[in-house]
Nanobody, 123 residues
Framework: VQLVESGGELVQAGGSLRLSCGAS????????MGWFRQAPGKEREFVAT????????YYADSVQGRFAISRDNAKTRLYLQMNSLKPEDTAIYYC?????????????????WGQGTQVTVSS
């Protein structure tokens, strides 16, 4: 499964971005999905996850109330709506797919990863 992210760009603090993730040649409906991010010099960290049918979501405390994960299984797309962005949200954002039936915040439970999209928030 090849995942491709898009939507990252430079934005001012307080602004919004919508990231998108798609899979070439595969449907995403068989996977629980997640978003992770990695800032320079830091480990990749969990951001948000959603189960297969989109009925359950879970967020990192740092983005709770500002970010929203969603999916459109018909269009085979995963989204991350990011509002009220802060400079500390600056990172490369990765989407990931898991064959497990439940959503997870653990990196090791995801088998497929995209190449990432850069989000830069200026102060």
């Amino acid at each position: 499964v090849q995942l491709v992210e898009s939507g990252g760009e430079l934005v001012q603090a307080g602004g919004s971005l919508r990231l998108s993730c798609g899979a070439s040649g595969h449907t995403l409906s068989s996977f629980a999905m997640g978003w992770f991010r990695q800032a320079p010099g830091k480990e990749r960290e969990f951001v948000a996850t959603i189960n297969r049918n989109g009925g359950t979501t879970y967020y990192a405390d740092s983005v709770q109330g500002r970010f929203a994960i969603s999916r459109d299984n018909a269009k085979t797309r995963l989204y991350l709506q990011m509002n009220s962005l802060k400079p500390e949200d600056t990172a490369i954002y990765y989407c990931a797919a898991s064959l497990r039936p439940y959503s997870s915040s653990l990196r090791d439970e995801y088998q497929y990863w995209g190449q990432g999209t850069q989000v830069t928030v200026s102060s």
